[in-house]
C-alpha cells in the first residue's frame, strides 16, 4: 500500500517556473514507477511525466524541454519541475504509483488527491 501526497501548486505567471514534490508512505517507495498526471477543467486526465525505480523517465510530447521528474529514494519523494511554464499548463496536478513506465498506458494502482496549478497569460 502506498500513499501520496503532492505539494507545491499555485499561481504563476507565463514564462514562469514551479516545482511539486509528492511524497510518499511506505518503506517500498524505491519499487514503483512513480508517475504525475493533470486534468484541467472540462478535460480528461492527461499523463505528463513518468520515472522508473532507476530512473528511466518519460514525457508527454507538451512538456517535453521545459519539465523534469526526478526522485529521491531515500526520501520517498518524487519532484515534478515545471520550466517556461504556458496557460495551457493550468491543472490539477496528481502524483500517481504504479509498476509500469508506462503510465500513459497502464494505469497507475496509487493516486493522490492533486494540487492546482494555474499559469496566468
Known amino acids: 500500500q502506498v500513499q501520496l501526497g503532492e505539494s507545491g501548486g499555485g499561481l504563476v505567471q507565463a514564462g514562469g517556473s514551479l516545482r511539486l514534490s509528492c511524497a510518499a508512505s511506505g518503506r517500498t517507495f524505491s519499487s514503483y514507477t512513480m508517475g504525475w498526471f493533470r486534468q484541467a477543467p472540462g478535460k480528461e486526465r492527461e499523463f505528463v511525466a513518468a520515472?522508473?525505480?532507476?530512473?528511466?523517465?518519460t514525457y508527454v510530447d507538451s512538456v517535453k524541454g521545459r519539465f523534469t521528474i526526478s526522485r529521491d529514494n531515500a526520501k520517498n519523494t518524487v519532484y515534478l519541475q515545471m520550466n517556461s511554464l504556458k496557460p495551457e499548463d493550468t491543472a490539477v496536478y496528481f502524483c500517481a504509483a504504479g509498476r509500469y513506465l508506462r503510465m500513459d498506458v497502464i494505469t497507475p494502482g496509487y493516486w493522490g488527491q492533486g494540487t492546482q496549478v494555474t499559469v496566468s497569460s
Open positions: 520515472i522508473s525505480w532507476s530512473g528511466d523517465s
